[in-house]
Each structure stands twice: as C-alpha cells, then as structure tokens.
C-alpha cells in the first residue's frame, strides 16, 4: 500500500503521517481506505483537536468492536493526536442524512488500495466461476444453496465497486462501474 502523500507531513490534512508506519498499520489492519473529515481539515484545527478518520476495512477483515478500539488506540499514537476512527459503512447507513452526506462530501483520502479491492473482486469472480461451472440453468435454479452463493458473491462484487477510487473507475470506463455497484442494491433489497 502506498501512502499518499509520502512525506511525514501534509499541510492540506494537518497532521504528521509517518508514511511507513502508516503503510505497516494499514496492511496488519487489512485497511483498504483511509479518509480524514472535519476540523483536520478546517482552520481552527490546532494542536489540542482530535483527528476524525474514515476507515473501510477489507471484505476479508473480521473486526468486532474491541478490535476497532484497538486500531483507534495504535492510529491516535502514530499521528501524535487522538483519533476518532469511524467506519465508512456506519457513515453511509446512518439515518441522520445531513451528517452523513457532510461526511461523506468533505472527506479527504490520503490512502487508498485499489489493488487489495480488485482482488477482492476477482476472488468473488473465480467463486462464482467455481460455483455455476458443469451446472445447467435448470439445476443451479433448483439448487438453493447454489443460488444463494452466487447471490453473496454479487453482493461483495457491489460493495467492492463502491470503494474503488474514482481515478481507478475513470482510468477503466470500459467497465459500468455503477450498474456493477447498483446491482448489489437491488440483490440486498430483493433478499432481504
């Protein structure tokens, strides 16, 4: 993973980011996005604020609350600062519309890992590929827990498309990116 920018300080974000360890923590964490929000980017920010950051942890991550405490502790020592560390999923199922677009809009990444995403991507692909293969139509139908594989398997496919960078997107728009992205709303609602 590369941490952008590379330098230890950012004056755009505020804070000092040690670019290596960074790298290190994102990679044990199985982080896949960090964004900074809020006053880190503001002004007023000074040395007594807090630094809000958006994370989106990889498909294969499985961390419980504890967990996530625990890489808001090892983030705050790294930055020098506390840090209020904020899953984006969370963000983007919050009720409260206002906060959530206000975070979303503002939010400054300085990493991001498409690698990790389209990998991601692929397995979800060699899955499905595996699970339908010597199948007929008629049998994968009647085979419920066929069917409900794959399903899972498009719906990862849909939320991986939904962290992948814009630059990433836009440097391959061969591929319908958001018809790819909408396609797991419409399995999650259908499914649920």
């Known amino acids: 993973m590369t941490v952008v920018p590379a330098d230890d300080y950012d004056p755009l974000l505020n804070v000092r980011l040690p670019a ?98 389209i990998l991601d991507l692929l397995v979800a692909c060699r899955r499905i590929e595996r699970f339908v293969t010597g199948v007929d139509a008629t049998e994968f139908a009647a085979r419920e827990e066929k069917c409900w594989a794959v399903v899972s398997q498009l719906m990862l496919i849909g939320e991986g498309v939904r962290r992948l960078s814009p630059e990433f997107c836009n440097a391959h728009p061969v591929i319908p990116w958001k018809l790819v992205a909408g396609m797991r709303n419409q399995l999650i609602h259908e499914y649920d």
Not at 68 to 91: C, M, N
């Open 20 to 117: 290596e360890r960074i790298n290190a923590f994102c990679e044990r964490w199985k982080v896949s996005s960090l964004a900074v929000f809020g006053s880190v980017l503001r002004e007023d920010f000074g040395p007594d604020s807090d630094a809000d950051v958006l994370v989106e942890f990889r498909d294969d991550a499985r961390w419980g609350l504890w967990d996530v405490i625990r890489a808001e502790e090892e983030l705050s020592e790294l930055v020098g600062r506390t840090v209020d560390l904020v899953e984006r999923r969370a963000v983007e199922r919050s009720e409260n519309w206002i906060r959530r677009r206000a975070i979303l809009e503002s939010a400054q990444r300085f990493m991001a890992d498409d690698s990790a995403t």
